[in-house]
């Protein structure tokens, strides 16, 4: 599934993409900057309203344009990686919940995933269902989040920023029921385990997801209304932040980012796992490489992840949803020495679990490979040549989580 908007460009205008889409010098020596440059030092955050989490980016600027742009990670840090290698492999899930805040469902299935490689077992047919079907509501809660926080870092582009971010919230409030019913929290699940899930489907409960996604599908022709022929949305977006394909790769940049610069990977379908080895995935690329080619592919994935979860719902078998026993004790599960990764694609990109076992209930090392990591590395890189306020758009439109960047 193939977007592209950049051919009914005026021919000045795709110069200008061209052109934005030369990687300039993210390491450039202020000091041997052009001395007759009215330099100024902005930081970025953490307290501005449009920068994300605890992040804040050291802005180098020469009048309104940016010559170097510096992220500073924060002081997030809560030792997740650490605290896994002190727990058990059972009592492991509530915490990496926190990592990606808002897909606290995919954490949950990527780690564990890695513990049942190492382990060689599968989830039971039920519980492949249940995990792919939250992935992909999982999945669209995510993609709502981002649009409505792009309206507000696009401020007056959208009826003030805050219209399209209330259109999309009252629909996340839908979904974020459907989890709760689900697993009985609304935002962080401690619902998957090794060997499958804790949680089985409650009676009434697709039809639920049905009715909720069926007005998401008639809500985003709403979200297409918005911007479709907002000439400010167009301008701010189109030809702004243009990540070339070989760069976003060079950094291991992934999901919706990478696709939106014509790279044609999904996880899903090119390294497939769990169920996703019998569907099929319609990836959504798009060539721009821009923001709004950005925006274009998260809402092409929301309309497929609402396909599968339909297509799914309509096919879950009966039967256990765990392949081990019941968990009693803390130490149920011990896994044999040995080194194993497993990934999965979010709604950021791959997210995978790096682990070293030494035969105990613990793992002896646990390392977490955040795709928002990988996407923030690009900003040094984007940064340079834009004006203050396209570097906000540009950072809004690359969709960072700071609960997984530091970890």
């Not at 985003?220 to 022929?229: D, L, M, N, S």
């Amino acid at each position: 599934m193939a977007l592209a908007h950049h051919h009914d460009l005026p021919a000045a205008a795709a110069a200008l993409v061209r052109a934005k889409a030369e990687v300039p010098n993210p390491h450039i020596d202020v000091e041997s900057y052009d001395p007759e440059g009215d330099l100024l030092v902005l930081n970025l955050g953490p307290q501005h309203p449009s920068t994300h989490g605890v992040l804040r980016v050291k802005l180098y600027l020469d009048g309104e344009v940016c010559i170097k742009a510096v992220p500073y990670l924060g002081y997030l840090h809560r030792g997740v990686e650490k605290l896994c290698e002190k727990l058990t492999y059972v009592q492991i899930t509530p915490i990496v919940d926190k990592n990606d805040y808002v897909s606290a469902f995919t954490n949950e299935l990527a780690i564990n995933m890695a513990f049942e490689a190492m382990l060689g077992t599968e989830p039971p047919p039920r519980a492949q269902y249940i995990r792919a079907i939250g992935a992909e509501m999982q999945r669209v809660a995510s993609h709502l989040l981002w649009i409505g926080t792009f309206g507000l870092d696009m401020g007056g582009a959208l009826g003030g920023g805050a219209t399209l971010f209330m259109h999309t919230f009252r629909e996340r409030e839908t979904i974020l029921d459907c989890f709760e019913v689900l697993t009985g929290s609304r935002f962080h699940y401690n619902t998957l385990q090794v060997g499958g899930c804790r949680h089985d489907i409650p009676a009434g409960w697709a039809e639920m997801v049905r009715s909720t996604f069926a007005t998401i599908l008639r809500r985003v022709e709403e979200y297409e209304a918005f911007v479709r022929t907002n000439a400010i949305f167009l301008a701010r977006t189109r030809g702004v932040g243009v990540v070339d394909a070989e760069l976003a790769l060079e950094l291991g940049v992934s999901g919706p980012v990478l696709r939106a610069s014509g790279v044609d990977y999904d996880l899903r379908r090119d390294r497939p796992y769990g169920l996703y080895r019998d569907i099929e995935v319609n990836v959504a690329t798009a060539s721009g490489g821009d923001c709004l080619a950005r925006y274009e592919v998260r809402l092409a994935e929301m309309r497929e992840s609402i396909r599968l979860v339909n297509m799914l719902l309509e096919g879950v078998p009966e039967g256990p949803i765990n392949s081990l026993k019941a968990v009693k004790l803390p130490g149920a599960v011990k896994v044999k020495p040995g080194i194993g990764y497993a990934a999965i694609e979010t709604a950021r990109g791959e997210l995978g679990t790096w682990v070293v076992a030494d035969g105990s209930d613990k793992a002896y090392r646990c390392k977490i490979r955040p795709p928002s990591l990988h996407a923030l590395s690009l900003l040094p890189y984007l940064a340079p040549g834009q004006n203050l306020s396209d570097i906000i758009v540009t950072l809004g439109s690359l969709d960072p989580i700071m609960g997984e960047v530091d970890r």
